[in-house]
């Protein structure tokens, strides 16, 4: 699937142990909210795995291909492949961009990037887009390098690299903008749309954060 760089704008990520009500019930209201992409990461205590994993793996794709929106898989290539999902997001521990295009043919890549070194190989291996952060505190992921902020996404556009960027980490309505005007084309988001106390609002207000400051 070919990805333009919009799609980055709300890109929802979660696996059942970041969301209160049903993680089919949280998805289907961020996409009722507009986002424009969802990642599956199934990942911490509790994450489910084997055929459960792909079961839920498979409903959230029926959801994502009926809102017409790219369902990106995280770590997991082989079920990524074996589901035939949009894409895959790999991080620096994972095999190369470059081998993963290979074997989901023609699907997204993504790549999660902390240094400017990191950024120019993922570009070299053929990554559609990468992640940086965590740009503020984050309560999701555990073993994050320190807080990064918005100084790699300034860097790397000061550097003239135009490959998709989406900022990760602490993210919220309130201090979505100044991501992207760093340069980011989008932000990644976990507990501030799963923990919301409204799903839909929360995206329709994390999608105007987003507008207003492109
Ligand atoms: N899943 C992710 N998605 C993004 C995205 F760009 F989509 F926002 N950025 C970063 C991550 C972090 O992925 P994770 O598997 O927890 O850690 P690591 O990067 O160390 O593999
Ligand atoms: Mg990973």
Redesign the pocket.
Known sequence: MLMNREQLAV?F?AGTPNCKQSIEETLQAAIDGGITMF?F?E?GKDALAGSAKKEQAVRLQALCREANIPF?I??DIELAVEIGADGV??????EAASSVRGKINGGIV???VHTMDEAKKAIADGAD?????PIYQTGT?T??GPVAGTALIKTMRAQNLTIPI????GITIDNAAPVIAAGADGV?IISAISYADDVKQAVVELQAAVESSN
């Open positions: 890109y990520i990642q990461r990942k990106i995280n770590d997001h790999i991080g620096q521990e994972d993504g790549v999660s887009y990468v992640g940086t952060g992921k073993d994050t989406v900022g990760i980490g990644s």
